[in-house]
């Protein structure tokens, strides 16, 4: 399987985005590799198992051997008996983000285990009101926005069934003093139409067929709907080239040049039209010409 590739068994899958950042994803693997971080039943150690890495990405698992009680009626007396379960995670790590998916103490200790490797406080991302509000107006189509208005409102926490401006005439949102808890709907990824619930503690839920084989790429897109809006955030992440750079200059050096010449323009029309004056040239027939081109006498 490649390390970009998560196949989907059920409906839906879930994902904790967490904010990790490493210098070395390489360095990084081979302190997970190291003996005192694997996982092991005796003696009992939560650690990592079956990673692998690319370079750029490492994933793999994390497990942590869970105790809990269990009651059991034995000739008449109720007794407790503790017992022990192994409770895993699996995780993609990347050099600025970390996904994970899984049994949610295992991913606490998982948080635990990176911060202690990467000297970075590794934490759930939480996004605030602009960034889900910048999620919201990216989906194709809203079906639901989980609302939370202060304490002291009647109703502290509504469920919208479609964008937030449909509801401002009823009453319940608090203007400029509520916040958004999720967003869920439809949005046009690049594998196709997803059913996405995202929300601000940096749970990510992708409704999908079953069997359907989602990529990394897809989620750090999905991820990028948070953030504001700009051609590079969204669209493409590559910077442009300088031939690119130097062709944006020269059109806004243009720009401004007729812009300078129309307003030149405009003021010779008006002291013509003051002195008596004709002006013949209109500023649309003005062109600039290059310096080799103008004849001398």
């Given at each position: 399987m490649s390390l970009d590739e998560i196949h989907v068994n059920g409906s839906s899958i879930s994902f904790s985005c967490l904010v990790s950042k490493t210098d070395s994803v390489e360095d990084l693997f081979k302190a997970m590799m190291d003996k005192d971080q694997q996982f092991s039943l005796d003696p009992e150690r939560a650690g990592f198992h079956d990673c692998e890495s690319d370079g750029e990405t490492v994933r793999g698992f994390f497990s942590v051997v869970v105790p809990f009680e269990v009651e059991?009626?034995?000739?008449?007396?109720?007794?407790?008996?503790?017992?022990?379960?192994?409770?895993?995670?699996?995780?993609?790590?990347?050099k600025d983000m970390t996904f994970a998916f899984g049994k949610s103490s295992a991913q606490k200790n998982l948080s635990l285990v990176l911060t202690?490797?990467?000297?970075?406080?590794?934490?759930?991302?939480?996004?605030?009101?602009h960034n889900m509000s910048q999620f919201q107006d990216r989906l194709s189509v809203v079906k639901s926005i989980v609302l939370t208005n202060p304490k002291?409102?009647?109703?502290?926490?509504?469920?919208?069934?479609?964008?937030?401006?449909?509801?401002?005439?009823?009453g319940i949102v608090e203007p400029k003093n509520h916040e958004i808890d999720s967003v869920s709907g439809l949005v046009d990824s690049p594998l196709g139409p997803l059913n996405v619930n995202l929300s601000s503690k940096g749970n990510l839920r992708i409704s999908v067929k079953k069997g359907f084989v989602l990529t990394v790429n897809c989620l750090k897109w999905i991820i990028r709907l948070t953030k504001d809006s700009s051609r590079e955030s969204v669209q493409d992440d590559s910077e442009p080239t300088?031939?690119?750079?130097?062709?944006?200059d020269e059109d806004i050096s243009e720009d401004r040049l007729h812009e300078t010449i129309k307003k030149a323009?405009?003021?010779?029309?008006?002291?013509?039209?003051?002195?008596?004056?004709?002006?013949?040239?209109?500023?649309?027939?003005?062109?600039?010409?290059?310096?080799?081109?103008?004849?001398?006498?």
């Open positions: 059991r009626l034995n000739d008449g007396i109720m007794s407790k008996f503790l017992l022990k379960r192994i409770e895993t995670c699996e995780f993609i790590l990347l202690m490797l990467t000297n970075f406080g590794v934490t759930p991302v939480e996004y605030e009101f002291t409102r009647e109703i502290s926490k509504a469920r919208l069934a479609g964008r937030i401006e449909d509801y401002t005439d009823y300088e031939d690119e750079e130097d062709e944006e323009a405009k003021t010779l029309k008006k002291a013509s039209g003051r002195s008596g004056m004709t002006l013949i040239t209109p500023t649309d027939s003005i062109k600039i010409k290059d310096p080799d081109e103008i004849k001398h006498d």
